[in-house]
């Protein structure tokens, strides 16, 4: 038994968390809501846990910074290998929950029971920080509640409070279902809070040398209809203001207060160790009257590399790094990776990690560069990866982009003439404008909104949502494009996957000149996996 949680311990629960999600990496995998075979949580958290992993054993030899215990120095390593390899919306929370725990621990003599439990508060509200639009049957709501259990538990008997927090963790867990329809309907628990579960009870081994019994996880009956929650903000508010600003505590405390009244998604971080002590904040907020927004942060201090995107755009210009300006692209795929590299893009391999999106913005030695990530589970990571970008004074905005074809509508309208905030708007709207169409085999049995389906049947998504489920793949492409083409459109966009049949985009290509004749059809190899085909009408 542990009194108190030294780097060694550290280093131990690193590892054994690392085991627990491997080894239970193809069950998490399972609770997803999605039937399509991409975008997993248990393999996303094993792989920010592995950075983690590696960011630790690499920096054996190096010494804590002044005023830095052992303990703290390993938790800090920890957390930064965990922020630079996050994918996906879970990494990226479960990085924020390291680095709460970091920034907490990090020059505390000595970790007992009530130094976890405030720890545990601190991981909570960074957690919590990070999220745009928090909700609630999430990992966050399993964290929040082992905090909340570790401070009534009032002791500085580490194992006690160790044990308590993972119990409550667990019991948090089962609630999530009736915390969020989808799981309900699914009959599964929240996937990124049974990961956040199995490092909690790594924890507890850690400290107490036990393995605490747990209950399995309920499991799956049916899937749910394919929607996700999405952590964005509200859709009454049309644009994000961003902006880094030099205040004291005090002003910005105001200035929060003005802000929360005007919009939504407000997350207002400081560069400190703690609030009070922050001189240099970052802001970001989601409103209609961007005037008053800029106008709180003058009143407040001296707001700078002020960016304003329209909602939904956590937009970004683009353009050869020639003027200052790049693009930084997400491809799964050889075609699509030689396609947006035509287009004068930086292009990153599919699920990168923050590390590798960052080593991707620093490549352009730009000042001024847009990420585009063509996929939902990306859009956390790539939003990582700017605000780490932003500390080396480089200008990164995101366009949430969720198709390759919407990236493909995006860099064709860039101009390099045109002042940046501009040109990532034109890019935004042009990606808005553009509606796509995933068609794919179905990998799991599902109730989709389209009704049910089982392994290997056609899938037709039409922005994220199942519209049609078939027996063949040239008649449901052909379908869903039919469908889409029905509510207008001038141009479609073909792009086909490494599995395709030959034959499939040139079957759809006729049917489109018999049906739609004056629609124009473009086609190209993607090579990308799980998809055969991916639709974009504009």
Known sequence: MLDTLDAAAVRRWCANGLAALRQHQGEIDELNVYPVPDGDTGTNMVLTLTSAQQALAMDLETLPEAGQTPHGHALRLMARGALLGARGNSGVILSQILRGLADALAATPTVAGRELAGALRAATATAYAAVAQPVEGTLLSVVAAAATA??????DDLGTVARVAAGEAARALARTPQQLPALAHAGVVDAGGRGLCLLFDALVEVVTGESPPRPVPMTRTVRPPLTTVRE???EEYAYEVQFLLDADYTAV?????????LGDSLVVVGDGPSPAASTTWNVHVHVNDIGAAVEAGVVAGRPYRISVTRFADQAAPAAPAVDGRAAVVVAAGAGLAELFTGEGATVVPGNPSTGELLDAVRATAAAWVVVLPNDPNTQAVASAAAKEAHALGIKVSVVPTRSPVQALAALAVRNPKRRFEDDVIAMAEAAGACRYAEVCHASREALTVAGPCRPGDVLA???????????????TCVAVVDRMLGGGGELVTLLTGVDAPDGLAEAVRAHVGRRWPFVEVQTYPGGQPHY?????VE
């Open 532 to 536: 055969p085909l991916l639709v974009g």
């Open 253 to 261: 405390a105001r200035m929060r207060a003005e802000l929360a009244a």
């Open 461 to 475: 998504l039409v922005e994220g949502e199942v519209h049609l489920i078939g027996a063949d793949l040239v008649d």
């Open 232 to 234: 964005t903000g509200s």
């Open 150 to 155: 570790a401070e009534r538990a009032d002791s």
